[in-house]
Each structure stands twice: as structure tokens, then as C-alpha cells.
């Protein structure tokens, strides 16, 4: 008897997947992809991927952003929600997030894996809320994040891998590592200065940690923790 045939998937249509264009098809599935465990699938059948991908601004239909896997430095800025303590929306921002994967799901969802990365004041923001369900003794001063040269173009890198709608994409920006930015700032190879940015520091948004910084000499200024205590 002939195998039966899979079980057809609902499809989920999302406000705005008519402003998202596939570009070209990958093949096979990226052996870091995380979308797995993130969507909570048993397997990856029926997932498709790209290498690029064209999304028209959701204000402005003569804006296009085309975002191509093969040029990393080119990000996307999502909308991200993140919650608090008790699992309810606490903040609402704009992302600066590098791209790692294209992807539908079976349902026609369209989604790309990304990185994330905070300015200052996401920083600022982020530490206000965790210190406000931390006891007094374990607060963060979101100073002791930073490098004591920390520029007006610098971001941190969180650590992890995140997925987010196509659909939520609001703009793009450019965020290099710190030597490949001042090589190009060198050779004015930036394509829009105002939205280009680097990073240097990689944090642990959860624990409020460095994970990584530069080996140049640059460190992190231990700064005395709301609760007292300093942080490294």
C-alpha cells in the first residue's frame, strides 16, 4: 500500500506577509539553526530556506529592503517585546539584529534566525527592569556593562540566537565587528554612517554579565551595584 501523505498544515497568514519576497532558495537545512527547539518542532521536514529575502517598509511602499545572508553586516531592526518576571510585556523596542537564517515554516510563516544587540539606553532599560525583581544585593549597575571607551556608535551583542517575524522588520542598519567597522570607516566604505554601527562586548542579558570584550586593553569599569557589591 502506498505511504500516506503528510498531513496538510494550517496556514497562517500574518498582516503584511504580502510586503516579504523570497529571493533565492537554500538548500537543505543550516546545521546551526535553532528553530527546532524555538518552534518546538520534532523535525525540520517541510521547512524551507534562503539566502535572501526583499521586505517593502510597512509605512513606505517606495522603501525596499533587500537583506541577502552573504553580506552579514547588513541587519534588520525588528520589533521585539520582551517580558518581565511575571511573563507580561514589560518593554517594546527596535532591534539591531544581524541575520543567520531565512526560513518558512510548513504553515507559510515567514521568519528569520537573528542575533540581537543592545545600545545604551536598551541597556539602561533592560537592567532598570531585571533590577526591579532582583533583591537589593544582586541589582547591576548598567555601567559595569560597559567599556570606559564605550563610543556613541558602540553596541553590545547578547548572547544566544532569536526568531523573529519577517513581518516585524521597521528598517535596517550595519553592525560590524570593531575592526572590520574602522577599516571601512577608514576607506569611507559605510553605506548610510548615521546607521552603521560596532560592537566589541558580548553579554549574558539574563545573569547581567560580560561574556566577552576586547583584548586591547579596554575593560569593563567595575561600578558599584545598586544593592552595593561590584560587578565585573
Excluded at 547588513?74 to 543567520?100: P, Q, V
Excluded at 532598570?128 to 537589593?136: G, I, K, L, Y
Excluded at 553579554?203 to 583584548?215: E, L, Y
Amino acid at each position: 500500500p502506498k505511504p500516506k501523505p503528510p498531513p496538510k498544515v494550517p496556514q497562517v497568514l500574518h498582516e503584511g506577509d504580502h510586503r516579504i519576497t523570497w529571493l533565492e532558495p537554500r538548500p537543505g537545512v543550516p546545521p546551526e539553526w535553532t528553530g527546532k527547539q524555538w518552534h518546538k518542532l520534532e523535525r525540520a521536514e517541510g521547512v524551507r530556506f534562503f539566502k535572501a529575502v526583499r521586505v517593502v517598509d510597512l509605512d513606505d511602499p517606495k522603501k525596499v529592503y533587500t537583506f541577502q545572508l552573504d553580506d552579514p553586516g547588513h541587519a534588520a531592526c525588528f520589533r521585539m517585546s520582551e517580558t518581565g518576571g511575571d511573563d507580561k510585556i514589560n518593554t517594546m523596542r527596535i532591534s539591531y539584529s544581524n541575520l543567520y537564517s531565512l526560513y518558512q515554516l510548513p504553515d507559510g510563516s515567514k521568519w528569520a534566525e537573528h542575533g540581537y544587540f543592545y545600545d545604551a539606553d536598551d541597556l539602561e532599560e533592560h537592567v532598570s527592569h531585571e533590577n526591579a525583581t532582583r533583591p537589593p544585593d544582586t541589582r547591576v549597575n548598567a555601567k559595569s556593562l560597559l567599556l570606559k571607551d564605550h563610543g556613541k556608535s558602540e553596541l553590545l551583542r547578547l548572547v544566544g540566537r532569536f526568531h523573529s517575524l519577517l513581518v516585524e522588520i521597521e528598517d535596517e542598519c550595519w553592525v560590524y565587528e570593531h575592526a572590520e567597522f574602522k577599516e571601512r570607516k577608514a576607506k569611507k566604505q559605510l553605506v548610510r554612517p548615521g546607521d552603521t554601527y560596532y560592537y566589541r562586548t558580548t553579554i549574558n542579558a539574563v545573569d547581567m554579565k560580560v561574556v566577552s570584550g576586547p583584548s586591547d586593553g579596554s575593560t569593563a569599569p567595575a561600578q558599584p551595584a545598586e544593592g552595593g557589591g561590584t560587578q565585573p
